[in-house]
């Protein structure tokens, strides 16, 4: 079955530290990964996507297809980062796709 | 910029009542999805619209139905809310395809007494 794993439920570093949250899934295809992000009192909003390979306000996240991660890092991590961080794995159906989230991550900086 | 509206921010209903969820997304997308959001569970799906008058069943269906007759709105219906669907709901739309994220209204905070 499709399932996206995220095995902490709150990761708390200093600022300045680095930061990784770490995603699993298990997905017989070819995978299409996000991150989403959600910041107190905002809309959940979308951080990356693996296809784009881009790097978001600092934040990068490489596929491993051999250990089925997806793991977001950010080498220095700032006050502002404290948010709620989902991982997603896009399924392909016969009309549409349909996202499957993690249980999400709670990161904290602090000062 | 609001794309994704959800029409109430927060909702509270009485056990047996029946509930009208409305989200509008202006960006013309094919496909709109609702999920529930819980802590410790993530985002889990009820349903999802591919096109008008067109729709499939999610992870968590039950006690929900859903209705898209136009395009741009989704609606979800709780038949005779109970004390269990207490939650945020969370609308989104996209285009079709894997490699298009999600664009989210703000949500909907259910209390159900």
């Known amino acids: 079955a499709q399932r996206v794993t995220q095995p902490e439920k709150l990761l708390s570093v200093f600022k300045g530290a680095p930061v990784e949250l770490k995603c699993n899934y298990s997905?017989?295809?070819?995978?299409?990964l996000f991150w989403y992000v959600q910041y107190s009192r905002q809309r959940l909003q979308l951080l990356l996507r693996h296809i784009s390979r881009e790097s978001i306000k600092g934040f990068t996240a490489d596929l491993n297809k051999g250990e089925t991660s997806f793991h977001l890092k950010k080498p220095f991590a700032q006050e502002e980062d404290s948010a709620m961080y989902y991982c997603a794995l896009s399924l392909i159906m016969e009309y549409g796709n349909k996202l499957v989230f993690g249980a999400g991550t709670i990161l904290r900086v602090k000062s | 910029d609001v794309k994704v509206t959800q029409s109430s921010r927060y909702l509270v209903k009485r056990t047996g009542e029946k509930v009208f969820l409305e989200c509008v997304q202006d960006m013309d997308h094919e496909n709109m999805f609702w999920y529930r959001q819980d802590p410790g569970l993530g985002l889990r799906l009820i349903y999802f619209s591919y096109d008008v008058k067109m729709k499939e069943k999610g992870d968590i269906p039950e006690g929900y139905s859903v209705s898209r007759e136009k395009k741009e709105r989704f609606s979800l219906i709780l038949e005779s809310a109970s004390t269990n669907q207490t939650s945020m709901y969370l609308c989104?739309?996209?285009?079709f395809g894997a490699g298009y994220g999600y664009t989210f209204g703000s949500g909907t905070r259910l209390t159900v007494v």
């Open positions: 997905y017989s295809g070819s995978p299409e």
């Open positions: 989104a739309s996209s285009l």
